[in-house]
């Protein structure tokens, strides 16, 4: 069973900047699509970000184009988020999720993996 980790989040100014760490607990990381998630309150989770096996290809939900990257590092086991310019409305729970398939970010921004992590609060104030 893969565990994924997220730390990093916590709360900020509105456009202040905050990076996102997921650690992943298998050997194989470079198999895994990556990606992160999120979930405002009272809202349905929806994606932020997906990340190809080498870092290659990414995808990003429009509301955080030019503002949020993602980025892995596979020697590590770890993929961030690194977020700036932080407004109110990216307040949410974000998480982690790993695709063990490595299908192309495409289909797992419609169709999440297998593996999630247990989600980091992120707060930004106005």
């Known amino acids: 069973q893969v565990q994924l980790v997220e730390s990093g989040g916590g709360l900020v100014q509105a456009g202040g900047s905050l990076r996102l760490s997921c650690a992943a607990s298998?050997?194989?990381?470079?198999?895994?699509?990556m990606g992160w998630f999120r979930q405002a309150p009272g809202k349905e989770r929806e994606f932020v970000a997906i990340?190809?096996?080498?870092?290659?290809?990414?995808v990003y939900t429009d509301s955080v184009k030019g503002r949020f990257t993602i980025s892995r590092d596979n020697a590590k086991n770890t993929v961030y988020l690194q977020m700036n310019s932080l407004k109110p409305e990216d307040t949410a729970v974000y998480y982690c999720?790993?695709?063990?398939?490595?299908?192309?970010?495409?289909?797992?921004?419609?169709?999440?993996?297998?593996?999630w992590g247990q989600g980091t609060q992120v707060t930004v104030s106005p």
């Open positions: 999720n790993g695709d063990s398939r490595g299908r192309a970010p495409t289909f797992t921004m419609s169709i999440p993996g297998d593996y």
């Open positions: 298998t050997p194989t990381f470079s198999m895994y699509t």
């Open positions: 990340i190809s096996r080498f870092g290659t290809s990414t």
